[in-house]
């Protein structure tokens, strides 16, 4: 049985930062710079070569000698997307026996949204409506204001997680968790009791009418978290999250991302540098382990 590994995840996984637009696979994108078609010497690239020459799930799969490499990244998508990503591909596939999935969770602040353009509906992400609408539109005031919690969607998302992990599983399956670009991730493993507040209201809501409440109890956001098989990258100088460490200047080779090699300016997502130094960070996490059955 042949050997299939599988990035799910956002713009991080899919590799999409180094090109123009790319978006749909299997065809051609231009490169984003002009020093990224120098150093590759070529004009266009397409979904596939970043799978398998820029990502880091072309340089895991090598490494792991897999026989496929699935590239199920989808650049400014959330967790909703990812897991329904999964259940699409588990939905036709059945058995899943002799993957590996390296689910690299996105922001939790990456929501899905249904929007009324004035004409028709379309479905986007949140943050992207704020940036098309007026911040005076009273509408989106009201939303936000009572609404919208922050909190409410991490125990929301923090379930889909655990759950599409099992569902996988169940399927034969090997799933692991990439929480490093995700900050919201590192906020619940430090301190998982920030959300007892939120846990109380779900579970005061589960409750009201739940002629069986004993045995279908809320899951802690402890047991949410241990539940969940994450890679424990090791610390390291080079591997600094964007959001805590900002850009610095262009062509420093402090960081191994697009901007800092002076090959994409202001863009922090890694570089094919970086993704080849994750991958083999992930893969030293993995190769003790029964990677596929």
Known sequence: MEKVLIGVGCSH??????????GTEHQEYELASFELKRKYEKEKVSTDWITENFSWIGKLGNLLNVDKKLNFGAGGKGIEHCVR???NYAFQKKDLSNHLIIFQ?????????AWNNGTSW????????????NNTDGRMKTFYQYFHNENFYIVKYMYELVHIQKY????????????FFSPH????????????????????????????SDITKMISMEELCNSLNIIELPETNWLQHPLYTGVRGFGKMDRHTLHSEGLLRDDTHLSEEGNKKLAVMIYNELKNETTFT
């Open 185 to 212: 991730m590192k906020i619940i493993e430090k301190s998982p009791g920030k959300f007892s507040g939120m846990m109380e209201q779900f579970k005061k809501h589960h409750n009201i009418h739940n002629y069986s």
């Open 13 to 22: 996984t899919s590799g999409c930062a180094c090109a123009i637009g790319a």
């Open 168 to 179: 996988m599983e169940s399927l034969g399956a090997k799933v692991k968790f990439l929480t």
């Open 105 to 113: 969770v996105p922001s939790f602040d990456r929501r899905e949204i």
């Open 85 to 87: 990503t999964l259940r």
């Open 122 to 133: 379309f479905i986007g992400m949140l943050t992207d409506m704020l940036d098309m609408i």
